[in-house]
């Protein structure tokens, strides 16, 4: 494992670039949302942001509350609770920064796609930014196939949620928020595409 491997696990290139503009500073509260093991986490964790998380899978909280262990930042282990995006078991306007990292597509539907937005949105504090990624078309529309309202079979033989431009510009501005970075999307070969939605709360 390299150093840099070590300092910042497997972080989204997408977050790292958040970083790198410095605008995740240490002080800000921070909520992964649908955490999974933490591997978003690791550089948070290891520098002692004030970090929580939270995921429907209980196994995915005992590996990031280990993980928060390992790295020893004195963090309690009920900062990483069980719980669904839909209703986050915070108050309003509590974190400066929520992330969701390849979550928001395993949405059932438009129903509970936006409910999953108003969850994180709720708990945004005025001038809170969102950093989401999740799949889309955008720039693969002929080649996903509708299954049934925005759910898609992905050519790589996945089905996801997918959003587009225009759903995610109209959400923002919905939300009476701004959009902290041009939408960014990444097509893999293409088989599927991912796109960055990073908006901030007025």
């Known amino acids: 494992m390299t150093n840099l491997q070590g300092q910042f696990g497997n972080i989204d290139i997408y977050l790292f670039d958040q970083l790198l503009k410095g605008r995740i500073l240490p002080g800000m509260r921070i909520l992964?949302?649908?955490?999974?093991?933490?591997?978003?986490?690791?550089y948070l964790l290891r520098e002692r942001f004030d970090v929580f998380g939270v995921d429907q899978d209980?196994?995915?909280?005992?590996?990031?509350?280990?993980?928060?262990?390992?790295?020893g930042n004195g963090l309690p282990p009920t900062r990483f609770q069980v719980g669904r995006v839909e209703a986050i078991p915070h108050p309003d306007g509590f974190f400066d920064w929520v992330l969701s990292n390849a979550v928001l597509h395993f949405a059932e539907d438009e129903r509970?796609?936006?409910?999953?937005?108003?969850?994180?949105?709720?708990?945004?504090?005025?001038?809170?930014?969102?950093?989401a990624r999740l799949a889309s078309s955008?720039?693969?529309?002929?080649?996903?196939?509708?299954?049934?309202?925005?759910?898609?079979?992905?050519?790589?033989?996945?089905?996801?949620?997918?959003?587009?431009?225009?759903?995610?510009?109209?959400?923002?501005?919905e939300l009476n928020g701004e959009l902290v970075d041009p939408l960014k999307t990444t097509i893999v070969q293409n088989q599927r595409c991912m796109t960055t939605?990073?908006?901030?709360k007025f």
Not at 32 to 42: P, Q, S
Not at 120 to 125: D, G, H, N, Q
């Open 32 to 42: 992964d949302a649908g955490c999974g093991g933490g591997r978003n986490l690791v």
């Open 58 to 71: 209980p196994q995915c909280i005992a590996e990031v509350r280990q993980l928060a262990s390992q790295l």
């Open 112 to 131: 509970q796609f936006l409910a999953m937005v108003a969850g994180m949105w709720r708990v945004l504090k005025s001038g809170g930014v969102l950093f």
């Open 138 to 173: 955008i720039g693969m529309e002929k080649r996903v196939e509708r299954v049934k309202g925005r759910r898609y079979l992905l050519p790589d033989g996945t089905e996801r949620f997918l959003v587009d431009a225009a759903m995610l510009e109209k959400l923002t501005s």
């Open 197 to 200: 939605w990073v908006i901030r």
